[in-house]
């Protein structure tokens, strides 16, 4: 069994521009595409450095030491007539980095391959613009060196040099979102190009490549769909899967997987659309009913309405009807992906429904008073993890911060800042218990985790808990599909997440 790629060297021609941008910015010296490779590199388990000539300008030089810098990069000196010199270099600054070097050139640095096919390296050529392959741009070995059309596809070859050394035996996810997002799995390490201890590898997808190619790669699809959606119209009738409209891409990605049913999709995009549809995942929880018992907390859904038209001349009525007082909540039915869906308000009066700037159709929702109190739960696979966090105050300090201007609702967008009520948040009647970190019912609520898991079959979702005062209610008002887990701390999440993802494949493989 060969060894996995380990380390990776790449070569200033594969990083800075053609010779004629010379006099250009330093930020317009760098090749396109570099700069997300470094990035895509920069947390992939592999270690990664910066090579470059004597004869380079100390402009170049210079630049390519800041980029070393910016991203934790080792910088070594590697001439053709040098690469013994170079390759004691690296052996001293990495040690055995177990497994195979991969060095990255240009293929306008000709001089230098007779000696590196003899290094014993993996040597990919970078071709130059002009000289592509009538291949479509995939890698393809040549000799003994593996030739690629764009710098986005090193992450590829990488996977594909792997998956060969290790003869298939790792499992490779093929994963897609949005930069922010991936970037911020990668740099807690989620994201490794070298396998995992549970024999995964992954490889991030891309809509700049053709898809096929790199989806041939993968025995595992990890999406963040939502993160790619269009637009949802929730006025038609039709399935929620047929109102859902997505990029260009993750439309291209959905149908090769709709076409290849052995491939492992964590998770179904079907199995998604209920976390799109806050009413949808409203009426689901209302089966947490099932799992109470006499003698013990409830854990229940919040109760809520769905509203067309802020001027139905039966609101009132049909809140009430809803059991639903004043102060509520009022939150757009589309949860995700799209514009002003996280557009919230919480309303004091009946009148005020009707300039309410959240956007239809929306539902109204019970505001439980806990205490300033929120506890974000994380299922992975088996595992539930919870974090406590601060969160909106009680209904009376609420509506003292609202006093202030007329009692006009509170309009907010809930992923950048909720209303706060100062130091006084959790006063409040003395007979009635708080919502503390001691009376959370964990087993409770990780039964619950276990029926939503059931209900929704998802691989990895979180949701939101608050306690109600006076009842000690433990009510579910948030459900989301693949969060960031981010309060969980690394060495605790990340093998949770791929021990997830492992399970997920191998109970696939067994049907």
Not at 75 to 90: G, M, P, T, V, W
């Amino acid at each position: 069994m060969g060894a996995a790629v380990g380390g990776v060297i790449l070569d200033e021609s594969v990083l800075l521009a053609p010779q004629h941008d010379d006099d250009l910015h330093a930020n317009s010296s760098v090749q396109s595409g570099a700069e997300s490779l470094l990035r895509k590199l920069r947390h992939s388990k592999i270690r990664v450095g910066i090579s470059y000539g004597l004869d380079l300008s100390d402009h170049k030089v210079s630049l390519l030491k800041r980029m070393a810098t910016l991203y934790s990069y080792d910088c070594f000196i590697l001439n053709a007539s040098s690469l013994d010199d170079a390759q004691n270099e690296i052996f001293l600054a990495w040690g055995d980095i177990g497994g195979s070097i991969l060095y990255l050139v240009s293929d306008k640095k000709k001089e230098v391959f007779p000696k590196l096919s003899n290094c014993g390296w993996l040597v990919v050529v970078l071709r130059s613009l002009g000289q592509e392959s009538a291949d479509g741009g995939s890698a393809c070995e040549y000799s003994s060196m593996v030739y690629i059309n764009k710098l986005e596809e090193l992450p590829l070859t990488v996977c594909h040099l792997n998956r060969k050394a290790l003869r298939n035996t790792a499992a490779t996810v093929g994963y897609v979102m949005k930069p922010s997002r991936e970037e911020d799995f990668a740099k807690r390490g989620a994201f490794p190009l070298y396998p995992t201890q549970n024999g995964l590898m992954f490889l991030p997808l891309t809509f700049e490549l053709p898809l096929s190619p790199q989806l041939q790669e993968v025995d595992i699809v990890l999406h963040k769909a939502t993160d790619e959606i269009v637009s949802i119209d929730l006025s038609s009738s039709s399935n929620l899967s047929e109102r859902v409209a997505y990029t260009r891409g993750m439309r291209e990605l959905q149908r090769y997987m709709e076409h290849q049913p052995d491939c492992c999709v964590i998770d179904p995009f079907n199995n998604i659309y209920p976390v799109v549809d806050r009413l949808k995942i409203q009426e689901i929880l209302l089966g947490l009913e099932n799992l109470n018992t006499e003698g013990h907390c409830t854990i229940r859904a919040p109760h809520f309405l769905k509203v067309d038209n802020f001027h139905e001349h039966d609101l009132v009525q049909r809140l009430s009807e809803a059991k639903l007082s004043l102060p509520s909540i009022v939150k757009p039915q589309v949860a995700c992906g799209v514009a002003n869906a996280h557009t919230m308000a919480i309303v004091f009066r009946t009148e005020d429904f009707k300039d309410l700037s959240v956007p239809l159709p929306a539902v109204v929702q019970e505001y439980v008073d806990h205490s300033s109190t929120l506890y974000k739960f994380y299922v992975l696979g088996e595992k539930v993890f919870y974090a406590v966090k601060k969160s909106t105050p009680n209904a009376d300090i609420l509506m003292k911060l609202s006093e202030s201007n007329g009692l006009k609702p509170l309009v907010f967008d809930s992923l950048k800042s909720l209303p706060t009520g100062g130091e006084d948040q959790h006063r409040g009647d003395s007979n009635c218990s708080k919502a503390t970190n001691h009376c959370i019912d964990l087993e409770l609520v990780t039964d619950a985790a276990n029926w939503l898991m059931r209900m929704l079959d998802l691989t990895i979702f979180g949701f939101d808990v608050v306690i109600q005062e006076c009842t000690g209610d433990h009510v579910i008002v948030d459900v989301n599909y693949l969060p960031s887990f981010k309060e969980v701390p690394d060495d605790i999440a990340i093998p949770a997440f791929w021990s997830a993802i492992k399970k997920k494949f191998e109970s696939r493989k067994s049907k």
